[in-house]
């Protein structure tokens, strides 16, 4: 079984723009969550998704959103980019999401790099 | 909220030596806790993971972890170090948040395994 893929795995941005990241998870799981890894601020939680509807979302502005396809596979944009949103993004996927052991499954990430 | 906390951002061993990669929990109610490893430029693979049915729990390259209530500690252990345990290791706790679990991590903690 294919693991969860994200692309690209390296962007370049400079402050102002806008970018979408893309995932596509495990064959056969419906939920798909995100997460930003920074040096400073360690692994944060952005949004969950399922059945095409946002069920969680984390502590982050409004610039950061997301959806999902009927297919499972998630994208997330982020919008007026800020030096600050420069961090590697994380896919990761799961059956449901629905019970607290539900074991996720990451991807190599995308770095993203704002200048 | 719950909260992880690694103590040690940097762990140095000898290779053959043992390791010890220190975790702490706040809780609750019971949790269901987990260990990642990050390799250079990868995401994450799940190590291990509690679930309430044993208090010790075995993972994979040799990994265990002893879930200890009264300590609220999941520290995480390999009697022998070997060079290819060399990277970064993520305690995290599931949390409930609406509809669905997300994952809370800890800071991280760097293995360095000295030749």
Partial sequence: ?115 | AQSVTQLGSHVSVSEGALVLLRCNYSSSVPPYLFWYVQYPNQGLQLLLKYTSAATLVKGINGFEAEFKKSETSFHLTKPSAHMSDAAEYFCAVSEAGAGSYQLTFGKGTKLSVIP
């Fill in chain 1, 1 to 115: 079984k294919a693991g969860v893929t994200q692309t690209p795995r390296y962007l370049i941005k400079t402050r102002g723009q806008q970018v979408t990241l893309s995932c596509s998870p495990i064959s056969g799981h419906r939920s798909v969550s995100w997460y930003q890894q920074t040096p400073g601020q360690g692994l944060q939680f952005l949004f969950e998704y399922f059945s095409e509807t946002q069920r969680n979302k984390g502590n982050f502005p409004g610039r950061f959103s997301g959806r999902q396809f009927s297919n499972s596979r998630s994208e997330m944009n982020v919008s007026t980019l800020e030096l600050g949103d420069s961090a590697l993004y994380l896919c990761a996927s799961s059956v449901d999401g629905s019970t607290s052991y539900n074991e996720q499954f990451f991807g190599p990430g995308t770095r993203l790099t704002v200048l």
